[in-house]
């Protein structure tokens, strides 16, 4: 809408500056007209007889004929215009007028850029802050029930272990792992390697933990008897790594904005194993979704969404797009696609290898959509760096 104002400023200001150049073309034809008058009257009183005074009288007679047919097409061009600007800016204004304005179910403010959603076992929902803060929520009520605040920077990433526990990752390098019991909560482990930021930490087997970070490397943490992990090794890359996901017992699916590629990573022979390049990936720790069941990759960029097979560790499919994808949810339940495209969310149909769109929700955040989530009776939770968390009936 915004947009569209500016659009219709700046049309109107293009109007009148027309308008001005003919006014001021009209002022000119005027004088020089009165001025040749001016001297056709002189002329006039000095050779009244002279067949010479005659024939430009005459002339003059037409150029008054001319000039006040021109005047008459300025002032016709000017109404023609008045009414062309009057008319766009009816049409747009009914646009405006009639365009859909979505209004959520329930919003959720919170007091900086929110990077991440889950659902945890219990049922709660968890987000994660730039204010240093997970913050955990009734579904039923949308109060919050917990505030963790033992992070001391940005959360970028968090997600729940198989064992419950809470696990985050922060712009300061450090992992944290918390007990969470109903409204308490209890940091049980917190693990640093150096101050590079963590983009995101998942579990890779039953006791052990994989990072990525800015310092172009991937960690290893393993669990000890003591309960506590400790860092067993680290991958470096000549990128850096933004995303990951666990493809399967030694390999990892890698994603790196900087070198605009996907990775297949092996852990045990510590090297690629395939390498798709040119890929228009992004930072964004939520923009890849993997389909197991299907061996499917789902990948968010640049205006496209990427469909690779994880067998072969090929692209089989481009899906253009109007905005840059920056969240990707997959529902099971449904077999569709959640996509946070810029600030509008869509939905589509996994057919085979494509997708097919089935709905649309336009402009329902003031910036861009980070996370999606699925909630219980066909709600949908979307969290903006516009420091909110809204709820919509999809």
């Known amino acids: 809408m915004k947009q569209e104002i500016n659009d219709l400023i700046d049309d109107n200001n293009k109007i009148k500056e027309k308008i001005n150049l003919l006014e001021n073309l009209k002022k000119y034809i005027k004088k020089y007209y009165n001025l040749q008058q001016n001297n056709n009257i002189n002329f006039d009183n000095k050779n009244k007889n002279s067949k010479k005074e005659l024939k430009e009288i005459n002339n003059n007679k037409n150029n008054i004929k001319s000039n006040e047919k021109l005047n008459l097409a300025i002032?016709?061009?000017?109404?023609?215009?008045?009414?062309?600007?009057?008319?766009?800016?009816?049409?747009?204004?009914?646009?405006?007028?009639?365009?859909?304005?979505?209004?959520?179910?329930?919003?959720?403010?919170?007091?900086?850029?929110?990077?991440?959603?889950?659902?945890?076992?219990?049922?709660?929902?968890?987000?994660?802050?730039?204010?240093?803060?997970?913050?955990?929520?009734?579904?039923?009520?949308?109060?919050?029930?917990?505030?963790?605040?033992?992070?001391?920077?940005?959360?970028?990433?968090?997600?729940?272990?198989?064992?419950?526990?809470?696990?985050?990752?922060?712009?300061?390098?450090?992992?944290?792992?918390?007990?969470?019991?109903?409204?308490?909560?209890?940091?049980?482990?917190?693990?640093?390697?150096?101050?590079?930021?963590?983009?995101?930490?998942?579990?890779?087997?039953?006791?052990?933990?994989?990072?990525?970070?800015?310092?172009?490397?991937?960690?290893?943490?393993?669990?000890?008897?003591?309960?506590?992990f400790k860092l067993q090794t680290s991958y470096y890359l000549k990128n850096c790594i933004e995303n990951i996901e666990k493809l399967n017992y030694s390999e990892l699916i890698c994603t790196s904005k900087e070198g605009q590629i996907l990775l297949f990573y092996n852990i045990n022979l510590r090297k690629p194993s395939d390498t798709i390049n040119k890929i228009k990936c992004l930072s964004c720790q939520s923009s890849m979704c993997l389909i197991e069941e299907q061996n499917l990759l789902f990948l968010g960029g640049t205006y496209i969404i990427y469909i690779i097979n994880c067998i072969s560790k090929k692209i089989i499919n481009c899906i253009n797009t109007n905005n840059i994808i920056y969240s990707i949810y997959y529902n099971v339940s449904e077999y569709c696609l959640y996509t946070g495209e810029y600030v509008n969310l869509c939905k589509y149909l996994i057919n085979d290898n494509n997708l097919n769109i089935l709905s649309k929700k336009s402009n329902i955040h003031n910036d861009i959509i980070t996370s999606i989530i699925k909630l219980k009776n066909d709600l949908i939770a979307t969290s903006s760096r516009d420091k909110t968390i809204k709820i919509w009936k999809f």
């Open 75 to 228: 002032n016709s061009f000017k109404n023609i215009v008045i009414t062309s600007k009057k008319e766009r800016e009816s049409d747009k204004m009914r646009k405006i007028a009639h365009e859909k304005i979505e209004v959520p179910t329930f919003t959720i403010n919170i007091n900086d850029y929110i990077n991440c959603l889950i659902i945890l076992n219990d049922g709660r929902l968890a987000a994660c802050s730039d204010d240093c803060l997970i913050h955990i929520y009734n579904i039923q009520t949308f109060i919050e029930d917990l505030t963790i605040k033992e992070n001391t920077g940005s959360v970028n990433y968090i997600f729940e272990m198989n064992n419950k526990n809470l696990v985050s990752s922060s712009s300061n390098g450090i992992i944290n792992i918390y007990e969470i019991n109903n409204n308490n909560y209890k940091l049980i482990d917190q693990l640093k390697a150096n101050n590079s930021i963590i983009y995101k930490v998942i579990q890779y087997h039953e006791n052990s933990l994989i990072s990525c970070h800015s310092d172009k490397q991937i960690y290893l943490w393993i669990k000890y008897s003591n309960n506590q």
